[in-house]
């Protein structure tokens, strides 16, 4: 497995939903309690702010979008979110997050670039070459490469279609032992 020559100007960015937190089975994270953290997590985004100068979280949530839940309800899930990552000894710089429709097609939402464009706005020194975005899905992995970075597939599952394969420079089963290979 090649690996990437990652320095401390890189950023980081990470999928939410299957990534960091259990997805929901055809529904939505629309409180703290639904909120459960992918065993390992905690213990990979420390890792990860060692060898990146930038984590940011992009995530869909058209749960909002759909009024399921509200935008201070999503806050407050991140607000705890956070809360629980400073106190393994992790961070994450900002979280981008698009409540709009999957058929309005926003710009926001993934694939599409828009929360990796307000990143660079927002963080002028991000350099969208030198960016590994992590996720789950297909939506993660063709946002990573519009935008122009390298990415990593997170699939507990050996059966991955091929359009998704394709465009994941890895795939790991989980973001710790993605984290443990990119330290080493």
């Known amino acids: 497995m090649k690996k990437f020559k990652i320095d ?4 980081l960015f990470l999928d939410r939903d299957g ?20 065993e ?12 990146f100068e930038r984590s940011i ?18 806050r407050q899930i991140h607000v705890k979110m956070l809360e629980e990552i400073t106190e ?5 710089d900002e979280i981008y997050y698009c409540p ?8 926001c939402r993934k694939p599409e670039i828009g929360m990796a464009l307000q990143a660079v706005k927002d963080f002028p020194n991000i350099n969208l070459k030198k960016s590994i975005m992590i996720g789950d899905t297909l939506t993660d992995m ?5 935008a122009g970075m390298r990415t990593i597939l997170i699939s ?19 973001l710790l032992s993605c984290a443990e290979f990119l330290i080493h």
């Open 8 to 11: 401390p100007s890189w950023t």
């Open 19 to 38: 990534t960091i937190n259990k997805r929901l089975h055809k529904d939505y994270v629309k409180n703290y309690i639904e909120f459960e953290f992918i």
């Open 40 to 51: 390992g997590v905690l213990d990979a985004i420390p890792i990860m702010n060692r060898i």
């Open 57 to 74: 979280i992009v995530t869909n949530q058209q749960g909002v979008g759909k009024k399921l839940m509200t935008e201070r309800d999503l």
């Open 88 to 92: 393994n000894g992790g961070y994450v």
């Open 100 to 107: 709009g429709l999957d058929s309005e097609k926003p710009e």
């Open 142 to 146: 063709q946002f990573g490469r519009n």
């Open 156 to 174: 507990e599952s050996r059966k991955v279609e091929q359009p998704t394969l394709s465009l994941a420079d890895h795939v790991f089963t989980d």
